[in-house]
């Protein structure tokens, strides 16, 4: 009975809160194509909804910060899935974090923010960038990226393509 009362507060909070919880707007598979809206143009590529994660991480080349007008910014190449090399894109860093790697020392890398679609969600993400051409997936999305916007269905993959042609650029 506890349960079913703790559970029922809960359901009256998010009803409350005005959004719908991420699970009444359906759920995505494991892997998803988004779309990255990096310098206006929309770069479409697969990504792992990873909810063990807490950050998400970009593949990202030619990583060089450099400073403009006093702010921290950062030049780099997205990864482009084996295409044609991708252009130099440059944003303003957001911070830096230290990533535990598994063999070795931390690595410090840059954090951007940038709009990202998932499905028919459009939102402000932050991605940390690094090498990560050793890897299947050239995005990896974190709790903090998912978290409100997706439920993951481990079982399933490409369940819903990015469709945010018309939203407006997100500012949060």
Not at 58 to 79: K, M
Not at 90 to 108: L, M, T
Request: charged share 30%.
């Amino acid at each position: 009975m506890r349960h079913l009362s703790i559970a029922l507060v809960v359901s009256l909070c998010l009803l409350l809160a005005g959004s719908p919880p991420a699970a009444a707007r359906g759920s995505h598979g494991w892997v998803e194509f988004v779309e990255l809206h990096l310098d206006g143009e929309p770069l479409r590529v697969k990504a792992k909804l990873d909810t063990g994660a807490k950050s998400s991480s970009l593949d990202a080349t030619d990583i060089a910060p450099f400073e403009r007008d006093g702010e921290r910014w950062v030049r780099f190449r997205p990864s482009r899935s084996g295409l044609d090399e991708a252009p130099l894109v440059e944003q303003p860093v957001a911070r830096y974090v230290r990533i535990k790697r598994h063999s070795g020392p931390y690595d410090r890398r840059p954090v951007i923010r940038l709009p990202l679609c998932l499905g028919d969600e459009l939102r402000m993400v932050e991605v940390n960038l690094t090498d990560r051409g050793r890897f299947i997936y050239p995005l990896l999305l974190g709790r903090k990226a998912l978290a409100g916007l997706a439920v993951v269905d481990p079982a399933r993959t490409f369940v819903r393509p990015p469709r945010c042609d018309d939203a407006p650029t997100p500012d949060n």
